[in-house]
């Protein structure tokens, strides 16, 4: 089985792309085909009709050949104004417009990590439905993290156990969902 | 009373270009105020943590004083995988980070035209919410219309007298609530 | 397999009732063990904590354990005021109490039929959330019928053989999806 | 100004009949006119179109004129399962049946007391929606508390004075925007 890691955010920082790494780490003791990919290298422009005329963007067509040879996706996804990123938004849009739809029938796992103490969550439940409308099956379960000095170490590794362990069952559950 | 209106949408023949300028046009026989911005005018990449580090985009801050300098908004957008636009949620991403923030305590009315039966409801819905996330106090009544070879003229006008009676009596209704 | 079909409504001659009959019956030719119940025949009431305090109501223990028997629901359900059916709501407020949660990890079919060209979809997408908080993999494709009078005949059954084309294409493909 | 105070709950100890009398308590400070209601004492059944029939039940008709009555309502409720307490939107249901609806144009303010972290908030956001449908001008801001040991002392009171102090500038605010 085969799983495709990405963050739905573009920052060379982001907090989630070190938690998107840990469930890429972690999925590694779980006998699967792991890849980490990253928005930044799929440089799609915003979503326009015209620009969609000219012929879809390489950057789209790529990523969707990627989805495509994928069994599933692990996303961890930051909340911008309780809602999806705008990142992960266009990506999703443009995806939506190269047929057939790599998305459809994929499997998801929604993660997000967030400074504040509603951990992302609000925005996960908004980012399910754009993939829901693509025929993805989103997991039930999704996971948020708050984030705070102890949450990553200096490599960016998941300090607490608690996160760890709950990260990993997790990703157990998922795998064995979608194995079934 | 001064009301911004623009599209969801870059595409230039947009349907729902066409629909915000119907609605300014009707809204001009209202004694308000109003003028019409494109968002190709205002071209934000996408949102990157890292650009906003070495400063928000002239193209935000230009839309954002604009926004300040308006009462009220008027968006016709479309639907884009049952959700919100992509260009729409970027530009509302970037206006997000412009503190403080122009849209909040602002109004907003929201239209939408459509080619499928569902007439962008579903993404209406959807995009009330990181709006809402920002303070914006965003007009429980909606319209959605459903695009037919009868719903514009050549000259991009409404040609159902139903539909401008439909558009006129909700401007109307929205012009009036703000100015109480 | 065995699959649970009900309806959202309490009313006698509800629309979604009789779709909810027509599932069953095309499932029927699909090689799986259905059974329809009717919310009418597990009257909780309205959830309180303080009956809950006295006992889960027997109507809900014995909906909870037909639904542990089963291995995927099909529910057909009104929309209210765009969002879920009042007592849908109840029925999973009280199920959700009734511990380990008979809902956990079963699979659903969303469908709907409303007099409105919007077809109860909006209510559809809201009705997911609460599914999927419990833990339900709700299929990520759903299906709104608007009602017309060409929609039922006299004898409840669907008149038109594209909507039971469509219906019967959209049950398989969900019992194909669970049997995988 | 006549505002109209409510809980979703129907539990006599619920934390959140406990935050709308504060609501209510802070309000007198604010020069408003303002009644507390409980659910309770307007005990309509399940909605059920079969019962509707026979016409609107008294006890929707009794809350219907007090909504009347009222300018603007404060909800404080609890988030079931992601969503909307069912006994709120059971009464939502109904209400939205006695026409013309008491509801439309009234203005409100959403509450919520949780014992999690998440603080009841994924559930404000959907209990948004039904009420928005029926033309309710919803607050865009919302608060919601976590329930600790220091939330409420023995009198059902706010101990900590940084609560005490948000709601009063959340409901200061409320009240400024009605009065405009």
New interface residues.
């Given amino acids: 089985m085969k799983i495709l890691f990405f963050s739905g955010?573009?920052?060379?920082?982001?907090l989630n792309k070190k938690l998107i790494q840990e469930a890429y780490r972690i999925s590694q003791t779980l006998n699967v085909d792991g890849e980490v990919v990253d928005l930044r290298d799929y440089p799609a422009p915003?979503?326009?009709?015209?620009i969609e005329a000219l012929g879809i963007p390489d950057a789209v067509i790529n990523l969707g050949r990627k989805i495509r040879n994928a069994d599933a996706l692990v996303i961890s996804t930051p909340e911008?104004?309780?809602?999806?990123?705008?990142?992960l938004?266009?990506i999703?849009?443009w995806l939506?417009r190269d047929k057939p739809t790599s998305l459809n029938n994929k499997h998801l796992l929604l993660l997000a990590v967030s400074p504040g103490?509603?951990?992302g969550?609000?925005g996960l439940?908004?980012t399910?439905?754009?993939?829901?409308?693509?025929?993805?099956?989103?997991f039930?379960?999704m996971m948020g993290i708050?984030n705070t000095e102890n949450t990553f170490d200096e490599n960016h590794q998941l300090k607490e156990q608690k996160d760890i362990d709950n990260l990993h069952k997790l990703l157990g559950q998922y795998i064995d969902?979608i194995k079934?």
């Fill in positions: 955010s573009l920052r060379t920082n982001s915003l979503y326009d009709g015209d911008y104004n309780a809602s999806i990123s705008s990142p938004k266009n999703v849009d939506s103490p509603l951990k969550v609000r439940w908004h399910r439905q754009p993939f829901e409308a693509l025929g993805v099956h989103v039930p379960q708050q969902h079934r």
